[in-house]
């Protein structure tokens, strides 16, 4: 037998091997330990530091399923035996206390309520799941089904009003339980799968009151305060210590770190690269000019004679965060007091603020001014101006400047609530459920379009079903200021709103004041902006392959593709299924490749990219509450002079810190939902396992969705790369933005 030895040109890398041709471990999987290092143990003083000996420091970030099930029986945490009168309807959220078996937790520890959360969680998912796979939905194991039968399975669900005439609570999305013969014999299937309790379990598992070590810190801290040392109870510095010391461990990207382990994520910096590189990159744009005279106006009544003065004179270089439309969106009236208080919960208040910025020539983006809740006009609302006047300005002073930190937290807050209601679970999870619906019903399993998406629906439907029953109604309700009704009114109008055509990235950027050709975003104003520059990529290398994948298919020339794209009765019926029943009126009608290209790149974008960074950077941003919260705890201030006197204890009393519950589900949640994406399904991968499927076929079509699948992999890994030059050369101390790393970008909405 003949031996090769591989080595770099510097040496470094020496390998030996049985042919040059074979494939090798990637360099950096290489076992450079050796064959025998799995005979010795490690030191024994290594081996010991790993053992927790005493309970009460063990961490647990889930419960044992055998322990939570007897736990569930014996706090009688279940629907009563069936008796056929269960409810069936269109969600899984239509049981109510009177089929309750009668338990709830009235009592709980911080820790085993989080565990207790993500195991019932992670249940509901898989419990819809398997319904999904029993309809013949999201099959374990695909087959092949005629498109008749599948109109049978994926049914829209009645839009705007409900069957029984009552408005929707949710935008068009799959009818979980369908209506035919076989509908008693389903919802049984439903209830035995304990989908029933999915609307109301969550409420029954949070106790009234906290014991245990968190509650004991709190409890000391109030002593402290009735004893006058410190002048309060908690502090934000306590909080900030206690996430240092006692975060839950990473599963996300970042490794269980947050944004509060930043000495300085309460600055004017922090702030205003989360629109640039935070969880929501994509609603900051060029304010109108009405809203920057408003701001003007607001500047001269406030005395501020630089920024009224100033702000003219730099009209181009300036962005808005806009929240004022929350009212509107909600359907109330423009002064409205948005608040709300849920069972067992506090009263939580909810703001529409607008924070203006000024992106200056260096890529530094600063904040000038912030309206913390606009109502009707700037002159019915609070509006606040930056003492720091450039972000090369002294930071002196920054962490004690209240009043201005309590404005950057209303901000936040409105944020967070555009972002998971919208950009997050409207934009991205109910958007693309709208596609998988409208596709299988006019979309044959064999045509080139399905095949195309189909690879990036995994999942989604089942985690969509558990969201609208679980997520929702019992968590983010839990937490924000809006009542019910209003929460389901501002999901509609998003849904109504989104601009299919007008979000292509390209689009979508221009729209926004943003250029969207890759070598104008060189420019050093947009180097602070990576998702800008590594979207643009991305869509780019996307739309390529999706190009290259339907002409592998369709061999004539672009003109008779053009033609025989027109006429394809199934691409028709997709489009006005989507603009009819799906109720998403942009969505275009296709008439050739070009657009053809663009919408299949648009669906794909949605469940992949767009996906991936809107969701994976939540437990980074989020989990820290104190940076930025769901809600306020205490209505806001209703003049500048009053807003001007705050100190830290208002700030304190506007954040969840003494409330247990909210801080819970606050911070919980986002570590839920940022778990980093399993290597097998990332992009990447896909790319990876579509290539290796077709690599040594023969067929003329084989062969060019091979080479297609390769030039789409080879542009990835380039993509790769890019990314991380587009990092490192933002701001030194700004946090490194690869969540768009093909390697750990879903390839579809996984979580």
């Known amino acids: 037998m003949v031996t090769t030895v591989l080595s770099s040109t510097s040496g470094e890398d020496e390998r030996r091997v049985l042919d040059p041709a074979l494939p090798l471990l990637p360099s950096h999987l290489n076992n450079t330990l050796g064959p025998k290092s799995i005979l010795t143990l490690p030191a024994r003083s290594q081996f010991l530091s790993s053992i927790v000996s005493n309970p009460d420091n063990a961490p647990i970030q889930n419960i044992d399923p055998g322990v939570f099930n007897v736990?569930?029986?014996?706090?009688?945490?279940?629907?009563?035996?069936?008796?056929?009168?269960?409810?069936?309807?269109?969600?899984?959220?239509?049981?109510?206390?009177?089929?309750?078996?009668?338990?709830?937790?009235?009592?709980?520890?911080?820790?085993?309520?989080?565990?207790?959360?993500?195991?019932?969680?992670?249940?509901?998912?898989?419990?819809?799941?398997?319904?999904?796979?029993?309809?013949?939905?999201?099959?374990?194991?695909?087959?092949?089904?005629?498109?008749?039968?599948?109109?049978?399975?994926?049914?829209?669900?009645?839009?705007?009003?409900?069957?029984?005439?009552?408005?929707?609570?949710?935008?068009?999305?799959?009818?979980?339980?369908?209506?035919?013969?076989?509908?008693?014999?389903?919802?049984?299937?439903?209830?035995?799968?304990g989908l029933a309790e999915a609307g109301i379990i969550i409420k029954k598992i949070l106790p009234d009151e906290f014991l245990g070590k968190t509650k004991e810190w709190l409890l000391k801290k109030a002593r402290e305060a009735v004893d006058g040392t410190p002048e309060q109870g908690v502090t934000i510095q306590d909080v900030v210590d206690y996430n240092e010391l006692h975060r839950k461990s990473g599963t996300d990207i970042a490794k269980g770190e947050n944004i509060g382990l930043q000495d300085d994520w309460f600055s004017d910096r922090r702030f205003a690269e989360q629109s640039f590189s935070g969880t929501n990159p994509v609603t900051i744009e060029k304010p109108s000019d009405a809203l920057v005279e408003e701001f003007i106006e607001a500047a001269r009544e406030a005395g501020d004679n630089h920024w009224a003065t100033l702000l003219p004179k730099i009209k181009e270089s300036l962005l808005v965060q806009d929240y004022s439309y929350f009212r509107k969106a909600i359907g109330v009236d423009p002064t409205h007091i948005m608040k709300h208080k849920e069972d067992g919960a506090d009263e939580c208040w909810s703001v529409a603020s607008v924070a203006l910025y000024q992106l200056h020539d260096n890529g530094k983006l600063h904040p000038i001014a912030i309206t913390i809740d606009y109502k009707q006009s700037m002159k019915d609302s609070v509006t606040i101006f930056n003492k720091r006047k450039n972000p090369s300005d002294s930071t002196d002073g920054e962490k004690e400047d209240w009043p201005w930190r309590y404005a950057k937290t209303c901000a936040l807050s409105a944020d967070w609530i555009r972002h998971e209601l919208t950009i997050h679970l409207g934009d991205a999870h109910l958007i693309e459920e709208a596609i998988i619906v409208a596709t299988n019903r006019t979309i044959p399993m064999d045509h080139v379009v399905y095949r195309l998406l189909s690879p990036h629906w995994y999942k989604t439907l089942s985690l969509n079903a558990a969201a609208r029953s679980v997520l929702v109604p019992q968590v983010i309700q839990d937490i924000i200021g809006f009542k019910p009704e209003h929460t389901s009114n501002f999901v509609k109008n998003a849904y109504e709103a989104f601009d299919f055509v007008g979000n292509y990235v390209p689009a979508q950027l221009e729209r926004r004041g943003f250029p969207s050709d890759p070598h104008k975003l060189k420019d050093k104003r947009y180097k602070n902006y990576p998702y800008a520059k590594d979207m643009t990529a991305m869509w780019l290398v996307l739309r390529e392959y999706v190009r290259d994948m339907l002409l592998a298919e369709w061999t004539e020339g672009e003109e008779q593709v053009n033609e025989r794209i027109k006429a394809d009765k199934y691409i028709s019926d997709w489009c006005k299924e989507v603009q009819t029943a799906a109720w998403i009126r942009s969505f275009p009608t296709i008439t050739n490749l070009d657009e053809l290209v663009d919408a299949i790149t648009m669906a794909i974008h949605i469940a992949a990219p767009y996906h991936t960074a809107v969701n994976y950077l939540q437990n980074y941003y989020q989990a820290f509450v104190a940076a930025k919260p769901s809600s306020l705890c205490a209505e806001p201030p209703t003049t500048l002079a009053q807003l001007k006197t705050y100190k830290e204890p208002d700030l304190v009393a506007a954040l969840p810190l003494n409330r247990q519950r909210q801080w819970l589900l606050a911070s919980h949640i986002p570590w839920l939902l940022s778990f980093?994406?399993?290597?097998?399904?990332?992009?990447?991968?896909?790319?990876?396992?579509?290539?290796?499927?077709?690599?040594?076929?023969?067929?003329?079509?084989?062969?060019?969705?091979?080479?297609?699948?390769?030039?789409?992999?080879?542009?990835?890994?380039?993509?790769?790369?890019?990314?991380?030059?587009?990092?490192?050369?933002?701001?030194?101390?700004?946090?490194?933005?690869?969540?768009?790393?093909?390697?750990?970008?879903?390839?579809?909405?996984?979580?």
């Open 676 to 751: 980093k994406v399993a290597s097998d399904r990332s992009l990447l991968h896909f790319a990876l396992s579509q290539y290796a499927v077709y690599k040594y076929k023969t067929e003329k079509e084989e062969k060019k969705i091979k080479d297609a699948t390769k030039k789409f992999y080879v542009a990835l890994t380039g993509l790769q790369k890019y990314f991380y030059d587009v990092a490192k050369e933002m701001d030194e101390g700004s946090i490194p933005y690869m969540v768009l790393d093909p390697d750990t970008t879903a390839v579809s909405i996984l979580i």
């Open 71 to 193: 736990e569930i029986l014996r706090q009688r945490l279940y629907l009563q035996a069936p008796t056929g009168s269960l409810p069936i309807g269109q969600g899984a959220h239509l049981v109510t206390e009177r089929d309750w078996a009668g338990g709830r937790v009235e009592v709980g520890t911080y820790e085993g309520t989080q565990a207790a959360v993500t195991q019932v969680y992670d249940r509901l998912e898989g419990a819809y799941g398997s319904f999904l796979d029993a309809l013949g939905i999201e099959s374990t194991l695909p087959r092949y089904v005629e498109l008749e039968e599948q109109q049978k399975n994926y049914i829209f669900s009645s839009y705007p009003l409900n069957d029984d005439g009552q408005p929707a609570e949710y935008p068009p999305h799959l009818r979980i339980i369908p209506d035919g013969p076989d509908k008693m014999s389903i919802w049984k299937i439903f209830n035995n799968l």
